[in-house]
C-alpha cells in the first residue's frame, strides 16, 4: 500500500530539497510501507537519540554516509544525545589492549566531530541512559519519537508513555532528520495492547535483571501486561521503582526484542487503561521462584576457564542513575566492613553519564565510592568488551545486557557484592 | 526434486545461490562483526550461539532464516557488510521481516549499488523444507525456487 504523504514529505521525497534528502525520505517510505504504515507522524520529542556513538574504524560505510549527509546540508531537523563513547582512559586495561582500542575505534574523533555538525546536543550527551533528569533528554507522555537504542526505546515506552518503534541505528536519524516517522507498530494504540499476560507470583521481589530476561526470553517481540511486580515495587514511579524497571526493560530487550512492557498498577498506560490493555487471546507466562532459578541457571559461562577469578567487574549497563549510585556505594561500603576489606578485591567500573557523575561528585559518596578503588567511567561496556583481547578477560556483571551480547558473567548484585568484597568467584 | 514458495517482496531483485539456513534468529552484529572487523570477503558467519551458521561463509549465500535478532545496530551492520560487498545474495525470511533487517536491507537497496532481494512471510514450511546448500532461485515477484 503507498503511503500517503503530506505535501512537505512529498515534495522531500520528489528531491525539491536535494537528492540526499530525497533518498533519506526514500528510506522512511520504503521502511513505513513495509510494515503497512499509511502515513507519516511528526517527530515530537525534543530530542532524538543515536545508538551509534563508536568510531569502529571498519564501519567507514557509516562515516560516508554521514559525510554524505553534511556535505549535503542534510542535518538533523532536532538537537539529539548518543549511546556511550567506547572509551576512557580511566578504565584498565593493558598496554596491548589499549593499542588494540585506539586501531578498532580509529575513527572516533572524527565520527564525533560529525555528530557534532549533524546536531550532538552537547559534548556530555554520550549515555544509553538519555531519559535520565540530569541529561536532557526525558521524552513527555505522549511524544513520538525516532529512537533505537533498546534499552532506551523500552523505557520511554513503557515508563514514561512516549511512543517509539524499535528503529535501527541510522534510520533513527532519518526520522529526526525529516522530522517524520512511519505510523506503525508501537506508534499506534493497537500496537500497543499487550499479547502476552505475565504473572509474577514470587516469594519476594524478583530480581530486575533475571525477571527482564525471561520475560524477553518468553514473549521476544511481544508486548507483556506484567501482574504481581507492583507488590513489590510498588505503584508509583519514584526514583527505586524507575531504577528497577530501566534495568528490568533493557533485560527484555536484549534477552529478547521487547519495545514495550506494561506493568498493572504502575505504568502510565496500565494505570490509565487497565486490563483494556491486554488483547484478546494473549497468552499467559506464570514467573515463580523457579521458573527465575531456571532462566538464571540456563546462562552459559563463556569463559574460557569457568573457574577463573574475575579480572574485571562492570556495573551500570544500562549507565547508572545517581540514586543506584548513591546505593551501590552503602551497600559496596556495608559489605567491605562485614568483610574486613576497605578496597574491592576485584578492579571495578561503575558506569553512569557524564552529567549524573557531576551530581554524585558534589556528595560525600563520591569520596566514600572512588575510596573504596571503584572507578567512576561514562564508557559503554560492550563496546569495551567487544576488544576481542578484553573478550577473553573473565570478566563479571550485574547487567544480563551485558552478559547477552559479551562474554561477560552474570552474577546477582548480592553476588557481585560478594566478590568484590572477598574475591574469588 | 523443486518446491515452490510465495513470498511478499521487500527489496526486488531476482537471484541464484546455495541456501545457508538458520532455523533460530539471526543475530546480525554478532554474526557480521568478524567479517567486518578482519575484512572477511566471505564473510564468515561468527556468531557462536548460532550453531547451524557458526564460520560459514555468508556472502553470496540465500540466507533463509525465521527473523533477526539482536543489538539494534543490526540494520546498521547489514548496510555495512552490503557497502563492502560481504552481502549474502538474497535474504529470504519465513516469517514476517522484523524492523532491523528491513531497515538493514532496505538501506542497502537505497544507499549502495548492491542487489541483495528480500522476501519475506514464505512459512514455515519453507524453512522446514529449505536445507544449506540446496540452490535456491529467487524471482522479482517474490516466488522462490527451492531445490
Redesign the interface.
Known amino acids: 500500500m503507498a503511503m500517503i504523504l503530506s505535501p512537505d514529505q512529498q515534495a522531500m521525497l520528489n528531491g525539491e530539497k536535494g537528492d540526499v534528502m530525497a533518498k533519506v525520505m526514500k528510506t522512511l517510505v520504503l521502511y513505513g510501507e513495509t510494515f503497512g504504515a499509511e502515513k507519516m507522524v511528526p517527530v515530537t520529542g525534543g530530542c532524538g537519540h543515536l545508538v551509534t556513538s563508536f568510531g569502529l574504524s571498519v564501519m567507514k560505510p557509516v562515516y560516508a554516509l554521514m559525510d554524505q549527509l553534511i556535505d549535503s546540508g542534510v542535518l538533523s531537523g532536532q538537537k539529539f544525545t548518543a549511546d556511550p563513547r567506547p572509551l576512557d582512559k580511566n578504565v584498565p586495561k593493558s598496554m596491548l589492549q589499549d593499542l588494540f582500542f585506539h586501531v578498532m575505534y580509529s575513527k572516533q574523533a572524527d565520527y564525533e566531530k560529525q555528530l557534532q555538525t549533524l546536531g550532538l546536543l552537547s559534548e556530555d550527551s554520550f549515555t544509553c541512559a538519555c531519559y535520565l533528569d540530569q541529561v536532557g533528554n526525558k521524552p513527555k507522555e505522549g511524544d513520538v519519537l525516532s529512537w533505537a537504542e533498546s534499552s532506551a526505546v523500552v523505557y520511554a515506552n513503557s515508563v514514561l508513555g512516549a511512543r517509539s518503534n524499535r528503529n535501527s541505528g541510522i534510520l533513527e536519524l532519518f526520522g529526526s532528520i525529516a522530522g517524520c516517522v512511519p505510523y506503525f507498530g508501537l506508534l499506534t494504540d493497537a500496537g500497543r495492547k499487550a499479547t502476552w499476560i505475565v504473572e509474577v507470583k514470587t516469594t519476594k521481589k524478583p530480581k530486575a535483571q533475571i525477571l527482564g530476561s525471561a520475560i524477553g526470553m518468553k514473549v521476544m517481540e511481544e508486548v507483556p501486561f506484567v501482574r504481581g511486580l507492583s507488590d513489590f515495587i510498588g505503584t508509583e514511579l519514584n526514583d527505586d521503582a524507575t531504577a528497577y524497571l530501566k534495568d528490568f526493560g533493557a533485560a527484555t530487550a536484549s534477552n529478547g526484542a521487547v519495545g514495550l512492557y506494561h506493568i498493572e498498577h504502575l505504568t502510565p498506560e496500565a494505570k490509565e487503561l487497565g486490563e483494556s490493555l491486554i488483547a484478546t487471546n494473549a497468552k499467559t507466562y506464570v514467573i515463580d521462584d523457579a521458573e527465575l532459578e531456571r532462566v538464571k541457571s540456563s546462562y552459559p559461562v563463556m569463559w574460557k576457564n569457568p573457574d577463573a577469578e574475575p579480572k574485571l567487574c562492570f556495573v551500570g549497563c544500562p549507565h547508572l542513575s545517581l540514586k543506584q549510585l548513591h546505593d551501590w556505594t552503602t551497600a559496596l561500603s556495608d559489605a567491605l566492613v562485614k568483610s574486613g576489606r576497605t578496597k574491592v578485591a576485584v578492579p571495578t567500573v561503575f558506569t553512569s553519564p557524564v552529567t549524573v557523575q557531576r551530581e554524585f561528585e558534589k556528595t560525600a559518596d563520591y569520596q566514600k565510592l572512588t575510596g573504596m578503588g571503584v572507578i567512576l567511567s561514562y564508557i559503554c561496556p560492550l563496546m569495551y568488551m567487544n576488544n576481542p583481547l578484553c573478550g577473553k578477560m573473565p570478566v563479571v556483571t550485574n547487567s544480563n545486557k551485558l552478559r547477552t551480547y559479551t562474554t561477560a558473567r552474570y552474577h546477582t548484585d548480592a553476588e557481585i557484592l560478594n566478590i568484590l568484597s572477598k574475591g574469588g568467584n | 526434486m523443486s518446491k515452490t514458495f510465495q513470498g511478499r517482496v ?1 527489496v526486488p531483485g531476482s537471484a541464484t545461490a546455495q541456501a545457508l539456513v538458520s532455523k533460530q534468529g539471526f543475530n546480525t ?2 554474526s557480521f ?1 568478524k567479517a ?2 578482519f ?1 572477511d570477503k566471505n564473510a564468515k558467519c561468527s556468531d557462536q550461539n548460532n550453531p547451524e551458521l557458526y564460520e560459514k561463509p555468508m556472502h553470496g549465500a540465500a540466507l533463509c532464516l525465521p527473523q533477526t ?8 551492520v547489514l ?2 557488510a552490503a ?2 560487498g560481504q552481502q549474502p545474495a538474497c535474504l529470504l525470511f519465513s516469517k514476517p ?4 533487517a ?3 536491507a ?2 542497502a ?4 549499488d548492491v542487489s541483495m532481494p528480500v522476501v519475506d512471510n514464505l512459512g514455515e514450511e519453507f524453512l522446514s523444507y529449505v536445507t544449506t546448500g540446496v540452490s535456491v532461485e529467487v524471482k522479482a515477484d517474490g516466488t522462490v525456487i527451492v531445490g
Do not use: N, P, R, Y
Open positions: 521487500v552484529l554478532a562483526q567486518l572487523m575484512k535478532i539482536g543489538s539494534t545496530t543490526g540494520g546498521m548496510f555495512c557497502a563492502l521481516i522484523d524492523s532491523l528491513a531497515a538493514g532496505i538501506l537497496d537505497v544507499w549502495t
